[in-house]
């Protein structure tokens, strides 16, 4: 017989649950089968991921080469904390990268997309999704399209969020361009393209995709903004000229198109350029590379789709320091360094600091990041030792 005083209505119930950090909730999957069901479900993960706050959370990758380990670290990106790893709580990696690091495709909705063919001519490569605030993983199967050496292939990572299902899907893209010999125009044919859907759970060929654009070989990185990845790309005009400019796909509508960049930016070979997610809206770094180390600028463009709204936010003297990173919430741009530290630059006082991190150059990765559940559901793996630390005892209804 159920105690009258101790029954919450489930509405209030569902409530109070959906305002809980992940860890509290993963405990009290271990209440009963039915609070287990209700936050493993699609609509709960879906529903408690649309109400969790943003936070100032950065997530930091860095490789070390010491001692030949790849580290994640989260930090409070707050005014009254230093950005030290001493302020950082430190991520396990529950799988290892045979490679030494894993190239980081994007990140979304706590989900981080890893694959590892950094700066490597592999033939199967493995694409992993992982959650590491409930620690979970999913390995995706092999890609229907191989390779026919010597390609190249360019991802794209990001979340669809179903305006009719509670079941967010998040969706992989791949291009496979197989190149020539021809120096201006080795990726003359149109890439072969594919999509992975983490709710199927399989990759199915895209027919009729027309994809006029290049890629830079093993320098490709991308933007999720909008509902869309977002890559630099380049044309090649018939008198051998380059223009670059910026080319998407859309992962609700699985469609691809363009952005033009303004001729400051459209000028520039696509291997000085960079594309990234600057204060929530879509930006890319110029660089101008010189021995001394030259400059870089930051521009992002406003309001979305807007040719007009692109607008220049800092020219940057490089000295010593390499590319941009990420950027903190204080307005600090982060840079790696020639001397394989992480630094933090203003740009209004022209003051950088040492951060005290050291790492690979391009091992460096800042993004922001939020707890979530997503990856709970299904049949993604769990390392043993995060079951161990939440506990994993029942209580039968």
């Avoid at 989900?111 to 995706?140: E, H």
């Avoid at 093993?218 to 977002?230: I, L």
């Avoid at 320091?321 to 600090?332: A, D, K």
Wanted: proline fraction near 4%.
């Amino acid at each position: 017989m159920t105690d009258s005083n101790s029954y919450f209505p489930p509405d209030l119930l569902i409530e109070i649950l959906l305002k809980l950090p992940v860890k509290s909730l993963l405990r009290f999957r271990a209440v009963s089968k039915s609070w287990n069901s209700l936050i493993s479900s699609p609509a709960f993960i879906s529903t408690h991921l649309n109400q969790t706050p943003k936070t100032s959370t950065l997530l930091l990758r860095r490789y070390d080469n010491t001692h030949n380990k790849e580290y994640y670290s989260l930090f409070q990106d707050c005014k009254n904390r230093p950005f030290c790893l001493d302020f950082s709580s430190q991520l396990n990696l529950p799988f290892n990268c045979q490679l030494g690091y894993f190239r980081i495709v994007g990140s979304c909705n706590g989900i981080m997309c890893l694959c590892d063919d950094f700066f490597a001519d592999v033939g199967n490569v493995v694409v992993i999704l992982w959650n590491p605030s409930i620690q979970k993983f999913t390995t995706l199967p092999l890609p229907l399209i191989r390779f026919k050496s010597p390609d190249m292939f360019v991802l794209g990572f990001g979340a669809d969020h179903l305006s009719n299902n509670d079941d967010d899907d998040y969706k992989l893209v791949r291009l496979v361009y197989h190149k020539n010999d021809d120096v201006f125009s080795r990726y003359n044919v149109p890439p072969e393209v594919e999509i992975y859907s983490l709710n199927t759970g399989v990759w199915r060929r895209v027919i009729g995709a027309e994809i006029k654009h290049c890629m830079v070989e093993f320098m490709w990185s991308q933007a999720f903004v909008n509902g869309a990845v977002h890559w630099i790309a380049y044309d090649v005009g018939e008198n051998g000229g380059v223009r670059s400019l910026i080319m998407f796909f859309s992962i609700a509508d699985e469609v691809f198109g363009d952005i033009m960049l303004p001729d400051a930016l459209a000028g520039q070979i696509a291997t000085n350029l960079s594309i990234m997610v600057f204060e929530g809206s879509l930006a890319v770094v110029k660089y101008e590379r010189e021995i001394d180390g030259g400059s870089c600028e930051v521009w992002a463009m406003k309001q979305y789709g807007v040719l007009e709204s692109w607008s220049r936010f800092y020219s940057i003297n490089l000295d010593d320091m390499e590319r941009v990173v990420g950027y903190r919430n204080n307005g600090e741009v982060l840079f790696s360094t020639r001397s394989y530290e992480l630094v933090s630059y203003d740009p209004n006082s022209g003051h950088k600091k040492d951060l005290g991190i050291r790492g690979s150059s391009r091992s460096f990765y800042v993004q922001n990041y939020m707890e979530s559940l997503v990856l709970l559901q299904g049949d993604s793996v769990v390392s043993d030792e995060f079951l161990e630390g939440i506990g994993s005892l029942w209580i039968e209804d």
